[in-house]
C-alpha cells in the first residue's frame, strides 16, 4: 500500500456496504487519520437515510490482521503528547460506535489475525460477528496501563458475561477463534482461506432479508438491557405493529401461505 492510500476503504457491492481498515503495513492500527476515516465512512452509511441503498454493513480489515488496536507508537514518539492524541483517536471512534449503534441495518464484524485493543471493541460493536480460524483476541489495553474504549467495557459484558469479560480485560490474555465462538464472543469461525467468501455469502443472506424486521430485532435486543419487561414488552409491540405495515411482511406473509421462499425488498 501507498503512503497516499486511505486508511479506511468504504465501497458497496449491490446492498452490502463494506468498511475496509487499510493501513496493513501495521496491522490498521488506529491513529487520528484512520479514525477520522472510519468516523468519516460511517457517517456516509447512516447518510443514506430512508434510501434502502445499504441493506447490512460489514466491517473488515485488509492485510494480515484486522486491527492490532491503537498506533501505540504515535504514543511513544511524544509521551507528553499521548493524552491529546489519545483523545483525538477515541473522539472519532466513539462517535463512529454511536452511529454503528443506532443504523438501521445489520453490522456485520469480519475478523481474522490480530484483533486487539480498539480492534476486538470494535468488532463487539457489531451485531454478528465471523471469525478466520486464525483470528486471535486480546483487549490489551491493561498492557500499556490503559482502560477499555471504543464500547468494549460496554458490549463484551453483555456478549460473555462479567466475570470473564473481565478476566479478558485485566489479564488481557491471548484466546484463539475456537475459544471465541465457545464463551459466545464470535457467531462463527471459518478457514482463513474462506473468510472473504463466507462473510459475503453471510452478507449477502441479510441483505436479501426483512430489512425493517433487522432494524427492529437490533434494536430491541439492543435496548432490552435498559428496560424493564414492561417497557420491553411495550417495545415489542410497537415494533411488530410497525412491521406489520410493510411490503416485506404481506411479502412473507404470503410466502408462507404459498409455502415458498418470500422475496425480500427491504421496504
Not at 2 to 19: F, H, M, N, Q, Y
Not at 56 to 66: D, P, S
Not at 90 to 109: G, N
Not at 216 to 221: A, F, N, P, S, Y
Request: overall charge negative; glycine content about 8%.
Amino acid at each position: 500500500m501507498s503512503d497516499t492510500a486511505p486508511p479506511v476503504l468504504l465501497t458497496r457491492e449491490g446492498a452490502v456496504s463494506w468498511i475496509r481498515l487499510n493501513r496493513p503495513a501495521v496491522l490498521n492500527a488506529l491513529d487520528e487519520p484512520t479514525a477520522a476515516a472510519l468516523l468519516d465512512a460511517c457517517r456516509s452509511v447512516a447518510d443514506e437515510g430512508g434510501q434502502g441503498l445499504t441493506r447490512v454493513l460489514v466491517i473488515a480489515g485488509n492485510g494480515r490482521g484486522f486491527m492490532a488496536g491503537g498506533d501505540v507508537g504515535r504514543f511513544n514518539d511524544d509521551p507528553a503528547a499521548a493524552p491529546a492524541v489519545a483523545g483525538a483517536i477515541i473522539a472519532h471512534l466513539h462517535e463512529a460506535v454511536r452511529i454503528l449503534d443506532r443504523l438501521d441495518v445489520p453490522v456485520l464484524a469480519s475478523v481474522h489475525g490480530p484483533v486487539a485493543g480498539a480492534g476486538m471493541s470494535l468488532a463487539t460493536a457489531a451485531d454478528l460477528c465471523i471469525a478466520a480460524d486464525d483470528a486471535k483476541f486480546t483487549m490489551a489495553y491493561a498492557r500499556i496501563g490503559a482502560t477499555p474504549d471504543g464500547s468494549g467495557s460496554f458490549h463484551l459484558p453483555r456478549l460473555v458475561g462479567l466475570r470473564r469479560a473481565m478476566e479478558l480485560a485485566m489479564l488481557s490474555e491471548v484466546i484463539d477463534a475456537a475459544e471465541a465462538l465457545r464463551i459466545g464472543l464470535v457467531n462463527r469461525v471459518v478457514p482463513a482461506a474462506d473468510l472473504a467468501a463466507e462473510t459475503a455469502k453471510l452478507a449477502e443472506r441479510l441483505a436479501a432479508g426483512p430489512t425493517v424486521a433487522y432494524s427492529g430485532i437490533r434494536h430491541l435486543m439492543r435496548q432490552s438491557f435498559d428496560r424493564t419487561l414492561d417497557g420491553q414488552l411495550d417495545a415489542e409491540r410497537d415494533r411488530f405493529l410497525a412491521t406489520a405495515v410493510t411490503e416485506d411482511f404481506r411479502e412473507g406473509i404470503a410466502a408462507f401461505t404459498a409455502k415458498r421462499r418470500p422475496n425480500f425488498t427491504g421496504r
